[in-house]
């Protein structure tokens, strides 16, 4: 089999040979042909090269800058915060007021659905939720597959309406999906400042003066500091020995 494979090679490798010498020297005599031809005609160089450098200086403006362009989903993650401390219940009369404004600024056509998620439970559930306090809500909504705009559009449209209707609230919208979530390593922005140190007040005071430095930089939004200090905390000062006179554990109390 080596040997015929070998013979074989043999009597057809001059012909492959000539073959691809008359080949090169056709696509030579071509391009010297198309050079002699464009140097006797400058001008359609020179309106080739600026026909390509104004439709490219006009697509660049309109074109993306990220990496990996955000897809419509069809979904997106609204998370809204007010004032620490809020009891859950006027947390949910917000919400439930949110949701009626959605419902106007979103054509009926186009929601699917809204899942609104209130507060949180402490223990083990609180792992699973991006919510920290009863003044927390987090709701996705869900996009009709026949929609006439993006969940961009839509997400965008409601970060301009909603402050001015909520002045008292925060604001933040997750519109990337899984793929924006797996680049950002799971968190929920791509760009991610951390601040550690021995004071988490200072820590805290630090962020809230770069929070204020980074909102007015172009391109910045939902610019906020997600951990809070300033929750109400009511602290009991247990006398152990008289509450065990009446039988009463700290739990209990």
């Known amino acids: 089999g080596y040997a015929m494979l070998g013979a074989l ?24 042909d198309s050079l002699h031809y464009f140097l006797n005609h400058k001008w359609i160089i020179i309106l080739t090269c600026v026909v390509v450098f104004v439709s490219g200086g006009f697509i660049a ?16 993650t609204l998370k809204a915060r007010l004032a620490s401390g809020t009891r859950v219940e006027n947390t949910e009369k917000f919400a439930a007021e949110l ?24 223990g083990f559930p609180a792992a699973y939720t991006p919510n920290v306090g009863s003044q927390d809500r987090y709701m996705i909504l869900e ?32 519109t990337g999906g899984l793929l924006t979530s797996a680049l950002n390593g799971g968190l929920p922005s791509s760009i991610d400042i951390q601040i550690s140190g021995p004071s988490k007040e200072k820590a805290h005071e630090i962020a809230q003066t770069l929070v204020a430095k980074i909102k007015p930089l ?36």
């Open 61 to 76: 403006t309109r074109v993306g800058g990220e990496l990996f362009p955000r897809a419509d989903v069809g979904s997106f």
């Open 9 to 32: 090679c043999i009597v057809a490798l001059p012909w492959l040979l000539r073959k691809s010498v008359g080949f090169i020297d056709e696509v030579t005599r071509r391009y010297a």
């Open 143 to 174: 996009i009709s597959q026949d929609r006439d705009e993006t969940s961009q559009f839509y997400a965008e449209k409601i970060r301009k309406l909603a402050p001015a209707q909520f002045p008292d609230a925060e604001f933040a919208f997750e």
């Open 99 to 122: 949701e009626a404004k959605i419902h106007e600024w979103i054509p009926k056509s186009d929601l699917e659905m809204i899942v609104t998620n209130i507060g949180v439970i402490a």
């Open 218 to 253: 172009p391109g910045a939004v939902d610019v906020r500091v997600q951990q809070r200090f300033d929750n109400p905390v009511l602290r009991l000062n247990v006398d152990r020995q008289k509450a065990g006179e009446y039988g009463l554990e700290v739990d209990s109390i």
